[in-house]
C-alpha cells in the first residue's frame, strides 16, 4: 500500500490509500510492527546507485538541473511517503506516534535512525513558528484539554482536579501552543505565577489550599513549569517562542508585571556534586549528608542549614563554570541561557520536597527574561558560549565557602 501511495495512481486515490494505509498501521503490534519498521528502514531508504549516479552527473556538468537531480536523489522516499500519508485525517498524530515508537528503538536499532532524521527534517518544517497558535488554557476550557494538562506535566505532578484549578485561578496563569492539525493535543505549555515580587519557593505556588492573591499587586510573572508534551517531537523547539509571546502577551494585559523570571530546578546539581565531589573537595559533613541522602527511602531530611554557604557556592559553580563542550551541563540552563534569560539568583531550600532534595539539594534557580537584553544574551551565549549572570550570582561562585560548624 506504501508503495502504491508513490505511484502515479495516488495522484487520483491518495487520500483513501492514506486512510487505509494508516488504519492498517495502527493495528500493528509486537513482532509485525518491529518488521515494519525495519521495512520502512531499508526499503523507502535513499538509492545509493542512484545517488552516485547523480554525484558525477553534478560534478561533470554543475548547473542548476543537476543540483535539482542531485537534490532529489539524496532525499528520501520516506519524505514523500509521509507526505502523501499526512492527507489522511489525524495523519499527523500517528506520524508523531510513529517517530516516538522508533525512537524508543534507536539503541537496539541504529540502523533506524534515517526514519526518525526524515521525520524530524518534515516536522521542522510542519511546526514552525507561522503555524503554532497560542492559547490560555483556563478552568473554562474543554475538558479533553485539561485532562492532557494532568496527564503530561512533566515538572511538579498535577495530584487531582483541585490541584488543576488552583493552578488556573486569576493569579496564574497557563499558556500552551497548539496546531491546526491536533486542535486537542498541547505541544507545549507554560504555567506562570502572578506574584508580589520574585518568587524563591515552588511548595506555596504548588499549594492547592493556599489563598488566590490579588493580581493587582503582583508585579512579577513566575515561570515555574514548562512541559514539552510530545515525545515524537523532541528536538523541534518550541520553548524559545514560547515564553517571549507570553511575556509579550503578560507585559500587555498586566502592565504592573515589570519581573519576568522562572524558577527553575537544578536536576543535574547532585549527580555533578557526586561526580566531582574530590576534585571540588566537599566538606566531610557534606559527604555524611549526601552518603544519607542516598541511602534514605524516602522523605529525606532538609540540608542542614550550617551547609548553606557551600551549597549555594557549588550551586554557582555547578550553574556558570560546569561545562560540556562550552555549554552548561544543566540541560534547564541551556534552555532558559539559549533563550536570552539572565541566571538571576539562587534560592536556598526552594524544593523541599523528596525530589528536590535527592536532584538538587534543595536548590532552584531564577532565570530572569530582560526584554531589551534578550537578544544580546542569546546571540552571546550561542556564538561565544557566554553565560549572562547577576553579579550576586558570579560573586557565590567565586567566593571561598564558609566551612560549615560541626553538625
Keep these: 500500500m506504501f508503495r502504491a501511495l508513490l505511484s502515479e495512481r495516488a495522484e487520483v486515490s491518495g487520500r483513501r ?8 498501521y495502527s493495528r500493528l503490534q509486537g513482532d509485525a510492527l518491529e518488521h515494519f519498521l525495519d521495512l520502512l528502514g531499508k526499503v523507502f531508504a535513499p538509492d545509493e546507485h542512484r545517488i552516485d549516479e547523480a554525484i558525477d552527473a553534478y560534478r561533470a556538468h554543475s548547473g542548476d538541473d543537476a543540483l535539482a537531480e542531485l537534490q532529489m536523489a539524496i532525499e528520501s522516499p520516506r519524505l514523500e511517503l509521509f507526505r502523501r500519508l499526512n492527507v489522511a485525517p489525524m495523519a499527523t498524530g500517528a506520524l508523531i506516534d510513529l517517530r516516538r515508537k522508533v525512537r524508543d528503538t534507536l539503541n537496539e536499532h541504529p540502523e533506524r535512525s534515517g526514519i526518525d532524521r526524515d521525520l524530524a527534517h518534515l516536522f521542522r518544517s510542519w511546526f514552525n513558528r507561522g503555524f503554532l497558535v497560542l492559547q490560555q488554557i483556563d478552568w473554562r476550557s474543554s475538558a479533553v484539554i485539561l485532562e492532557k494538562l494532568i496527564a503530561y506535566e512533566a515538572v511538579h505532578q498535577i495530584r487531582d482536579w483541585n490541584d488543576l484549578r488552583r493552578r488556573l485561578q486569576a493569579d496564574r496563569r497557563c499558556y500552551a501552543f497548539f496546531h491546526p492539525a491536533l486542535p486537542d493535543e498541547p505541544l507545549i505549555f507554560v504555567e506562570v505565577a502572578l506574584t508580589r515580587g520574585m518568587a524563591g519557593r515552588v511548595q506555596p505556588l504548588l499549594d492547592a489550599a493556599a489563598p488566590v492573591g490579588d493580581v493587582r499587586r503582583a508585579n512579577a510573572a513566575i515561570f515555574y513549569s514548562i512541559t514539552n508534551c510530545q ?11 514560547l515564553i517571549k509571546q507570553v511575556v509579550e502577551d503578560l507585559g500587555r494585559d498586566l502592565p504592573g508585571i515589570r519581573v519576568f523570571a522562572s524558577l527553575s530546578p537544578m536536576p543535574g546539581f547532585c549527580r555533578w556534586v557526586k561526580t ?34 557551600e551549597v549555594l557556592h557549588l550551586g554557582a559553580r555547578y550553574l556558570l563554570l560546569a561545562k560540556d563542550q562550552r555549554r552548561p551541563v544543566d540541560a534547564v540552563a541551556r534552555f532558559h541561557l539559549a533563550n536570552g534569560a539572565r541566571a538571576e539568583r539562587l534560592n536556598w531550600m526552594a524544593d523541599a520536597s523528596d525530589q528536590g532534595l535527592r536532584q538538587s539539594l534543595g536548590l532552584m534557580v531564577n532565570y530572569r527574561y530582560i526584554v531589551p537584553d534578550l537578544e544580546r544574551n542569546h546571540e552571546a551565549f550561542i556564538r561565544d558560549g557566554k553565560i549572562a549572570a547577576s553579579r550576586q550570582l558570579q560573586m557565590v561562585a567565586a567566593s571561598a565557602p564558609r566551612r560549615p560548624d560541626r553538625i
Design 17 to 24: 490509500l492514506a486512510v487505509e494505509a494508516l488504519g492498517m
Design 231 to 241: 515525545p515524537g517531537l523532541h528536538g523541534i523547539s518550541f520553548g524559545n517562542s
Design 276 to 309: 566531582e565531589g574530590s576534585s571540588i573537595r566537599l566538606s566531610p559533613e557534606l559527604q555524611q549528608y549526601l552518603r544519607e541522602l542516598e541511602t534514605a527511602d524516602s522523605a529525606a531530611a532538609a540540608v542542614p542549614s550550617a551547609l548553606k554557604p
